[in-house]
């Protein structure tokens, strides 16, 4: 635990400065080109090749971590075999889906004029073809956590953030097209030196085609298929979400797109650098006693929230003046970062439920159950769907956000069930004690920053100083709060 607890800080100025560059690029794109249709059909290309991607990223890291923590002196042959199956099915899907989507195009993108509709099928395929290359850099990434290297795969992670900037910031006039094939190349440069670095490392995971089938596989590949399943249904809901936003009119897929990379800063900074960090040692944790295990689930969950509590209650305060700073240059408009702004805090709310549920998930998947969270997915991901189709028919843009919110809620509620009902007594009112707690302290800090806040004709400065403010004042609050238990907790143990 001390490693993580080192390695954090890093990690957060290190997914900072990658943050960093996904914003010059918004901004340089919205500049550019403001919220139209090209610039649609470039992040709906990118909506897609990331899907799939995310599906097959996140059945690779799930069965990996495991695996990698298991004895079996076959384990080497076995995930070499686990990664080539796994590319091939990538590889099939990717080729499945660009061709569905090239006979459908005035389908899927009708509103789109025939160059808009040109450059989302370009990007698509070269972005396609780049996603295949990433599978071995996310089982690089879970080879590297496992054995406490944290650090390492998110300075890595700065090359297919930066490539595309650098493009778009020495280039007088950026075509969506050269930014596509940049992103690729820089999504092929990041796993060429993940292999180079994992070569270093341990051999024995360097990447190499293998096939064969045998018990051990087999059984990483029946775990695997639940994992494929719900996520795939997860990103079919994304992919709707997308669709549909590009229903409600020009530009609503680029303001989806700025919303979520908005909430994207928290759940990498936070959530996903918390959970990925700690995971290893939590299925080391559930191998060795469930009771600890669950025990040590609960500081897990109760610590990540502080923090995306923290950051939710900031941004309540200052995210209106930071998406200007953001968004707003040429072509995109101030009526347009206030829809992102709302659209963003209706998608925040659901965080802290969000990181209940994942660990909820990998508590299963620690035990090699990946079929109940798989079940959860779907039944999720049904609901999320029907309230997309009913705010579509309603005409209720918010829906877009909103749909998912809700699901949040449901998908957490109905996971915390699924666990009681198997016996696994998780510290569910502990969890939501301080969770209230977090949100009271986050908005007594709210309350007194409105009191306090700085107005600066320089918005950057307004900005940085209001946002250090409630967090200064939420970081005395905490602070006031520990010294008194602490002192409440002595005096007990004296009188004791």
Not at 46 to 58: E, G, K, L, M, R
Not at 434 to 463: D, E, M, P, T, Y
Request: a positive charge.
């Amino acid at each position: 635990m001390k490693k993580i607890t080192y390695s954090f800080p890093i990690v957060i100025i290190i997914s900072v400065l990658i943050q960093a560059f996904g914003l010059v690029r918004s901004l340089v794109l919205s500049k550019e080109f403001g919220a139209v249709y090209s610039l649609d059909a470039f992040y709906l290309a990118n909506a897609y090749t990331i899907s799939i991607f995310s599906i097959v990223s996140s059945a690779v890291t799930t069965i990996a971590i495991p695996e990698l923590n298991n004895d079996s002196p076959n384990r080497n042959r076995t995930l070499r075999r686990f990664l080539t199956i796994i590319t091939m099915f990538s590889i099939i899907v990717s080729m499945a889906l660009v061709a569905v989507i090239f006979v459908g195009r005035k389908i899927v993108a009708n509103d789109f004029s025939s160059y808009a509709q040109t450059v989302f099928i370009v990007s698509l395929i070269l972005l396609m073809i780049s996603q295949q290359f990433r599978i071995q850099a996310s089982f690089s990434i879970a080879a590297l956590q496992n054995v406490g290297a944290y650090i390492l795969p998110r300075v890595l992670d700065i090359v297919p953030a930066a490539i595309p900037v650098i493009y778009l910031l020495i280039t007088p006039h950026p075509s969506i097209i050269i930014l596509s094939a940049m992103t690729a190349i820089a999504y092929i440069a990041e796993t060429l030196l993940f292999v180079l670095v994992q070569r270093k490392i341990d051999t024995g995971f360097a990447f190499r085609i293998d096939f064969g089938l045998d018990s051990e596989l087999k059984r990483l590949l029946k775990a695997v298929v639940p994992i494929l399943i719900s996520s795939s249904v997860f990103q079919v809901q994304v992919l709707l979400s997308n669709n549909i936003a590009g229903r409600f009119g020009e530009g609503y897929i680029t303001l989806l797109t700025n919303t979520n990379q908005v909430m994207g800063m928290f759940q990498s900074l936070i959530i996903v650098n918390m959970i990925n960090m700690i995971y290893p040692k939590f299925v080391r944790d559930i191998k060795e006693s469930i009771r600890n295990g669950l025990s040590k689930m609960t500081t897990y969950i109760s610590v990540t929230n502080y923090l995306v509590t923290a950051l939710i209650w900031a941004f309540f305060f200052t995210g209106e003046g930071l998406i200007q700073l953001m968004f707003v240059r040429g072509k995109f408009t101030m009526a347009e970062a206030h829809t992102v702004y709302i659209f963003s805090i209706v998608l925040a709310i659901a965080l802290p439920i969000s990181v209940i549920r994942d660990y909820c998930y990998r508590f299963y998947y620690s035990i090699g159950n990946t079929r109940k969270p798989m079940i959860n997915s779907i039944n999720t991901v049904a609901a999320n769907v029907a309230l997309l189709i009913i705010g579509y028919l309603l005409h209720w843009p918010v829906s877009i956000v909103l749909a998912p919110t809700i699901g949040s809620f449901f998908s957490c509620f109905s996971i915390i069930v699924k666990l009681y009902r198997d016996n696994v007594k998780i510290h569910i009112y502990k969890i939501f004690v301080r969770l209230i707690g977090a949100n009271l302290i986050g908005g007594c800090a709210f309350a007194a920053s409105s009191v306090l806040k700085v107005a600066c004709a320089n918005l950057f400065i307004q900005v940085c100083a209001n946002g250090l403010l409630i967090i200064a004042i939420q970081t005395g609050i905490y602070s006031i709060f520990y010294f008194l238990t602490k002192h409440h907790n002595r005096i007990n143990l004296t009188i004791h």
